[in-house]
Each structure stands twice: as C-alpha cells, then as structure tokens.
C-alpha cells in the first residue's frame, strides 16, 4: 500500500483529522418474529389461496433464500382491520399508507433511541437528520415526523431520501459522510426504516416473482451517529468513511423495478441481476481500493460489509473477487438473521463485523483495517464507501 500520505495527518489515536467516522449504532424491530419454517403455510392461509403450485414454488423459494427469521409489521390485526388487502384488484394505497407512515416511524425513532443510548452524547448535540425510506409517502415526509417523535431542535437540518430501495442504507451513509465533513462539530443522525406492508399482495399465478420478495424481504428500522473529530472521553468510533462514490449502470433502469399504484408497490427483479452485478463489482471495488493504494485482486486484505440482496448476489461476488468464505460472513448472518431489510440491512451487517471482529482480537488473531461497505439498488446503482475498522486500531 501507498501510506505514506494517507497517514500524515493521522492522529495519535489512528484517526484522520475531519474525516467523518461511524461513532453508533442502533435497531429496531416490529413485534411479529416469523420463522422461515412456518412461513408458507401462514402466508397461504391469511391470504386464503390454496393453489398447491404456488405453495409449492414458495416453499422451494423459501429453502434457497438461506432466511431463518425475520420481523414483519403485517398481523392477523391488521387483516382484520384492513381484508382488503388480500383481495385482488381493490385500490388499498391509502390504507397501506395509512399502516406504513405509522409504523415506519415508529421503528425509526425506536432505532434511533438505541443508537444514541449506545452513542453517549445528548440530543441537543444532533445537527442534523437524514432519513431514508422506500415504504412510506407523505407531505411533509417521515424525516419531520421523526425529528418530532424524538424531540430534536426544531432547527435541527433534515433531508430525505426517498425510495432509493437496497442501496438506501449507504446511499444515507455518503450523504451524512458529507454532511459531517463539510459541518465541523456537526453530529448526524441516519435512520432508516421500512415494511414490506406497502408490497403485500396474495399470491398470484400471473405475479409468480412476488413470491421471491415473500421468500425474502423483511421489516425494521436502523439508525447511525456520524461525526468528524469524535470526542474520545465519551464517544467510540467505529468505523472511519474515507471515500465515498456512488455509480448507476446505463441501460439497467428496468431490472429493479418498482410501480407505486393504487394496490400499493409493484415490484420486478430481473433474474439476470445477479450477473449484472457480478459483472461489474470488480471494477467498482477496484476503483475504490486504489484510492489508498490497494493493488488489484487484494480482495482479502480487506473487510466486506456487503448489503445481503440475496444469496445469489453474494455469491456471485464471492466467486468473482475469489474471497475467502468467512469475508462474507456478517452479511449472510444478517440474511439469515433478518432477511433483506432494504436500508436497514447495512447496519445490521455492521453489527455483525463488530461481533466477529471482537472475538477474532480475543483468540489473537488480527483483523482487517480497511475495508468496503457496498449495497446495490435501483438504477442499477452502486453504492460503496472505502472505510477504515477502527475497532481494528483499539480507538477509545
């Protein structure tokens, strides 16, 4: 590697002046825990469909996934409340809404609240919100109502991104990166949160590819502390954000596919979309790597912190960057553990990569400085962010 002037301004403490730094991090859950197990038989008979064929695609769906649990907001309650969306045909968006703008927040200030008990400092210290969403839509958006449940300043500075799907989590993560960097002394707060509730539909021979997000998507909120310069007497950071890019591939616009319509959103995942990002991952990280001197195919001398799409993606990237199994690790947890959660996912992989950097310091082993955190969403776009593991360097 090329240090020598990546290290000049480091600090005593390993930690680059005005550089913006992950300093907590946070999550919630709605109450309803589904086990992978169970899945197909309760999502037939809510939905009152007895179609063997498709029960049989899901369970095979099911079992391929690698899922085991996840959290949903949906409930026998709710299906009482609202019968109709079980029903094929019938405009149910307002009352879709209607579940997922409450939820949404619900989760996200739930998740923010751990995040800055887990952080140390004060709310009065939150300069700023950014908060992402693909699950809800309102005027004024979700960032106001959270700012609100959380009583944060109401001079605090927000921004909202909107439906940026799987990416959402480190698309958020670039934005309060700059935000940080750009604000000295600022403190950024990034939620995220989501339902799977604006989506639901009955099963469908004429819709079979909605069994893959049945099989595979999940609900919960996450939430992160940004902040350049931290404070060491109280807070920890955790993980250092170098650089920062976001790439979309031309002429991939239509392989993640999502319709706002009056039955709630549609969706369309081409079954290409695994080598489309496989084929173009390489290049991407590369680039990313050079800026603080990686050669090309040192891909194991790095963390991956890698959003869990499916198992298919993340193993189309492990053949490619021919990484060692255990690089992967946290994000096939989180898969397994939650399912994919859309934005929220990222955070959870990271919560993992803490949990397993710890036992690998406790048995004497080293862990990886730097590494890549990657997620891949609508466009299609890419999101990477080339961080430093400062857990790895022992700051306190």
């Given at each position: 590697?090329?240090?020598?002037g990546?290290?000049k301004d480091v ?22 825990l ?15 469909c ?37 029903s ?37 210290d ?47 993560l ?7 960097e ?19 539909k ?22 992160m ?33 999502g ?37 090309n ?27 060692l ?67 790895a360097?022992n700051?306190?």
């Amino acid at each position: 590697m090329g240090e020598e002037g990546i290290w000049k301004d480091v600090t005593k403490h390993g930690i680059n002046p005005g550089k913006a730094t992950i300093l907590a991090l946070g999550k919630a859950f709605p109450p309803q825990l589904v086990m992978q197990e169970f899945l197909v038989d309760g999502y037939f008979r809510s939905t009152n469909c007895d179609n063997p064929e498709l029960k049989q695609k899901l369970t095979r769906l099911c079992k391929t996934t690698t899922v085991k649990t996840r959290y949903v907001v949906m409930s026998e309650e709710i299906l009482m409340k609202y019968p109709e969306l079980v029903s094929e045909g019938i405009p149910t968006v307002k009352q879709r809404l209607e579940i997922c703008n409450e939820a949404v927040t619900e989760m996200a200030i739930e998740a923010s609240q751990a995040c800055m008990k887990n952080w140390g400092g004060s709310l009065s210290d939150i300069t700023h919100l950014v908060y992402v969403s693909s699950s809800e839509a309102r005027l004024p958006g979700g960032d106001l109502y959270l700012a609100k449940g959380l009583g944060l300043s109401p001079d605090t500075q927000r921004i909202m991104l909107y439906f940026a799907g799987c990416s959402g989590g480190v698309a958020g993560l670039r934005v309060a990166k700059d935000i940080a960097e750009n604000n000295p002394g600022s403190r950024v707060l990034l939620a995220t949160s989501e339902t799977t509730i604006i989506g639901f539909k009955p099963p469908s021979a004429d819709r079979p590819y909605d069994l893959v997000g049945v099989a595979l998507f999940g609900d919960g909120a996450a939430a992160m502390i940004i902040g350049s310069d931290p404070i060491l007497e109280y807070e920890k950071p955790l993980f250092e954000l170098h650089t920062a890019v976001q790439e979309f591939l031309p002429h991939t616009e239509k392989k993640i596919d999502g319709r706002l319509t009056e039955e709630g959103i549609s969706f369309k995942l081409a079954r290409e979309l695994p080598q489309i990002i496989e084929d173009s991952v390489e290049g991407f990280c590369d680039r990313l790597m050079s800026v603080v001197g990686f050669q090309n195919k040192e891909y194991n001398k790095l963390f991956w912190a890698v959003h869990p799409g499916g198992p298919a993606i993340l193993n189309r990237i492990e053949k490619r960057l021919d990484l060692l199994p255990e690089k992967l690790s946290a994000s096939r947890r989180a898969l397994m553990d939650y399912g994919n959660a859309s934005s929220n996912t990222i955070v959870y992989v990271l919560e993992y990569m803490i949990e397993e950097g710890l036992k690998t310091r406790k048995d004497g082993r080293g862990d990886h400085e730097w590494g890549l955190i990657l997620a891949f969403g609508p466009g299609i776009t890419f999101e990477g962010i080339l961080a430093r593991n400062l857990s790895a360097l022992n700051v306190t």
